[in-house]
């Protein structure tokens, strides 16, 4: 199976999606614009980019632990994800969670993008689900 990314720079200031070491997971996403984001605000930040996924696969974008870790800088919706049919530019909505501005400057690595594989399945109605250990504990059922 061929899973080659397909990536178009549509910005002067794109740079191209990479790994900054061989075994990481993540390819660094970079900002193609300069923007001021302030305490409990967000931004979309462009990218310069656009993808054509492999079939059978979606992008996800994530936070970068660094910059959650030192300006409590996050992604909104995370992970956002890249359906395998859209071409549009990847965009990013950065949230400021911390108490200063945060200043995203060009070329600056905003986030990661995980390729990763979607299951299709068959969807099935029924009006009896199997039983299990869990059954409906949720949110702090475990205790802990």
């Known amino acids: 199976m061929d899973y080659t990314l397909k990536i178009k720079l549509i910005h002067e200031d794109a740079k191209m999606p990479y790994r900054a070491n061989e075994g990481d997971a993540g390819l660094d996403l970079f900002s193609t614009e300069e923007k001021i984001i302030k305490p409990g605000e967000s931004a979309l930040i ?3 980019i656009q ?7 979606e992008a996800q974008i994530r936070p970068r632990s660094g910059l959650a870790l030192k300006h409590s800088i996050t992604i909104l919706n995370t992970p956002g994800t890249i ?5 549009g530019e990847i965009k990013v909505i950065l949230i400021n969670h911390g108490k200063e501005d945060f200043i995203v400057e060009k070329q600056m690595r905003i986030a990661q993008m995980v390729i990763a594989p979607v ?13 299990s250990v869990r059954d409906q504990g949720g949110f702090g059922s475990s205790g802990k």
């Open 83 to 87: 359906d395998e049919g859209y071409r």
């Open 46 to 48: 462009g990218t310069g």
């Open 51 to 57: 993808i054509e996924l492999p079939k059978g696969t």
């Open 119 to 131: 299951l299709k399945v068959k969807l099935e109605r029924t009006e009896v689900l199997s039983s």
